[in-house]
């Protein structure tokens, strides 16, 4: 496998692909299960009209629940897993339609369950526990319900929201039909006059290039263009932010940012104070910036000079049986009950390694554990790579804790805290890494891997989040999102973020056009939040050792069992406060010191 040819799905050796078996033995025995869960929405409807009535009877429709859950994970895992080893296979793209519409019939069939809920007076619901305790295990599902009662509406205004909410995602698939399939650009020339086929995927990678001419022309030209097209963009973001502000209105929210995070029970102060925060240390994003200007050795730094290499590449090839080795040894700190979980992980078939043709790109780990995690790489042999498996299994063991320590109905953990474990296992691998060696150029290599994964994530990820709080603020407003108001302030923000030693160059102004995340919802904020919670946490472990272990340990054990603040004040962690982000930017000082001693 040295030379990481692409080979066909059927030639890939077993040992690098997922053990799916563990799931079904075979897909005779996932079509059985298939036909078994079509009975399932007859059985949940026998509830209908039946909640209140007594504790017993909702005690039943819970475990119905919970069954029903267990059950269609594996169904979708197995379908969803199999499709992604090989996307043109139609065998397993049919078991992933047949799964979602078992999935959607189910879901339709309990849609009676949150108003019955809803409507459970308070004292007959406090009876139901006292007379039946093993209700109990159930009470965060049905707090998580209740709470929203302010923000319930009437059977006939609930339906009419839901069919406004096929509409509602049209601003967000017309934009990314235009961006990633209708607009084409020009093709851009390097130094020496050769062609280069530019597109959105291509971007990225031509803007690494160390020809500092192919950087430029492809900066220009794409935004350039991109700018051909600013109004129509807009539109579809002024749509976005019109259909937010419509729910959150019907739905009696004061905002559309408090609408957004109530679903995870985050405090709106909680993204405030992000953005305070990092505007608290921009001095040390104005250091870094002056560190790449004397770095790349040029007169002015441009935002075409922001995605090329500082450091020349000093790592050599690492195997996946070596990334794996360092990994363990990285994530000992941990203890051996979590390096023996990873341990069985790496044994037992539980990662898909290697790109084959058709097979799905990227990374991610599966987030369910029935009967354990799964991990899909598409692994080169290099330290990216190996920073990819610390944290896809990061996220795996997670949720294997998760599972494991929690009944089935809390087992799942909201997306603000799904980065923190990952990211962690990153921080630790860092750490590790820069302890074993005193080369200055290896050094420097990777701690500006690391720099850059402070710079894209907290920095950068914050901007777009002030970003999208104005959008959110000027469409409340009863303004409109015009492609000129946009780039203006995005402009703005670009310049305030970056500082003096970059030249902010006019086409940056419609970066926010490319972004398709401003369609997420609020959702770019975490990425900075669970990245410093991450190196609090890391930090917190390094210093304190066994400790600070056990905290984390019932963090990763917490699943759904509280609210996302609350689970990682288990660890040490508040990230109501601005500390943990403060902490995390006074290492990226701490290491913008040594890298300034190293060149």
């Known amino acids: 496998m040295a030379e990481q040819k692409i080979l066909k799905r059927s030639e890939v050796p077993e040992e690098f692909t997922w053990n799916l078996k563990d799931i079904f033995e075979s897909d005779e025995a996932w079509l059985a299960e298939y036909e078994a869960l079509k009975e399932y929405p007859a059985k949940v409807a026998v509830y209908q009209g039946k909640l209140g009535e007594s504790a017993k009877t909702l005690l039943d429709f819970w475990k119905l629940d919970d069954e029903i859950t267990v059950r269609i994970h594996k169904l979708h895992g197995?379908?969803?897993?199999?499709?992604?080893?090989?996307?043109?296979?139609?065998?397993?793209?049919?078991?992933?339609?047949?799964?979602?519409?078992?999935?959607?019939?189910?879901?339709?069939?309990?849609?009676?369950?949150?108003?019955?809920?809803m409507a459970i007076p308070e004292e007959t619901l406090n009876g139901f526990y006292e007379e039946c305790p093993e209700l109990e295990t159930y009470r965060r599902n049905i707090y998580r319900i209740r709470r929203k009662a302010a923000h319930i509406l009437t059977k006939e205004?609930?339906?009419?929201?839901?069919?406004?909410?096929?509409?509602?995602?049209?601003?967000?698939?017309?934009?990314?039909?235009?961006?990633?399939?209708?607009?084409?650009?020009?093709?851009?020339?390097?130094?020496?006059?050769?062609?280069?086929?530019?597109?959105n995927g291509t971007f990225v990678l031509l803007e690494e290039s160390a020809d500092r001419e192919l950087r430029k022309n492809t900066f220009e030209t794409y935004y350039n263009h991109l700018g051909d097209f600013k109004n129509t963009i807009a539109m579809t973001l002024d749509g976005e932010f019109k259909q937010r502000n419509f729910f959150a209105k019907a739905r009696k929210y004061n905002n559309t940012l408090e609408a957004a995070l109530d679903h995870t029970e985050v405090p709106t102060e909680v993204y405030t104070n992000l953005i305070e925060t990092v505007h608290n240390n921009l001095d040390k994003m104005y250091r870094y910036v002056a560190l790449r200007k004397k770095m790349l050795g040029v007169d002015e730094l441009h935002m075409y000079d922001v995605y090329t290499p500082i450091v020349a590449d000093a790592a050599s090839t690492i195997s996946f049986d070596k990334a794996k080795e360092t990994v363990l040894e990285a994530l000992a700190v941990l203890g051996e009950d979590y390096t023996d979980i990873l341990k069985e992980g790496f044994n037992n078939r539980w990662i898909d390694v290697y790109e084959n043709e058709g097979k799905r790109g990227g990374a991610y780990s599966s987030g369910s554990s029935v009967p354990h995690p799964y991990v899909l790489l598409n692994h080169k042999d290099n330290l990216d790579s190996m920073f990819t498996l610390a944290h896809e299994m990061?996220?795996?063991?997670?949720s294997y804790h998760s599972t494991k320590y929690q009944p089935v109905n809390t087992s799942g953990y909201v997306i603000f805290v799904a980065e923190v474990a990952s990211t962690c296992n990153e921080v630790l691998l860092m750490r590790h890494l820069l302890g074993k060696t005193t080369d200055k150029h290896e050094r420097a290599y990777l701690i500006n891997h690391f720099l850059d994964s402070f710079k894209g994530t907290v920095y950068r990820q914050t901007m777009f989040a002030e970003f999208e709080l104005w959008m959110g603020k000027t469409s409340e407003s009863g303004m409109s999102l015009t492609a000129d108001a946009l780039s203006k302030k995005y402009h703005e923000l670009n310049k305030l973020y970056f500082g003096p030693d970059m030249v902010s160059d006019d086409g940056i102004a419609y970066e926010w056009a490319r972004i398709p995340h401003f369609f997420y919802n609020y959702y770019v904020f975490q990425y900075a939040t669970g990245f410093s919670a991450a190196v609090a946490i890391a930090n917190r472990i390094l210093a304190e050792g066994e400790p600070a272990v056990k905290d984390y340990k019932k963090f990763l054990s917490g699943g759904g069992s509280t609210d996302p603040i609350s689970l990682l004040k288990i660890a040490g962690v508040d990230m109501s406060s601005p500390e943990p982000v403060n902490s995390a930017l006074k290492l990226f000082g701490e290491l913008i010191d040594e890298m300034e001693q190293l060149v």
């Open 78 to 117: 197995y379908a969803s897993c199999h499709g992604d080893e090989d996307m043109g296979n139609a065998t397993y793209q049919d078991f992933r339609g047949k799964a979602m519409s078992v999935i959607v019939a189910i879901s339709s069939a309990s849609a009676f369950a949150t108003p019955e809920i």
């Open 157 to 199: 205004e609930e339906a009419l929201l839901a069919a406004a909410g096929e509409m509602a995602d049209y601003s967000d698939k017309i934009g990314s039909t235009l961006r990633n399939t209708e607009l084409k650009f020009p093709e851009v020339t390097d130094g020496e006059g050769n062609s280069h086929v530019l597109t």
């Open 394 to 398: 990061g996220h795996a063991l997670h």
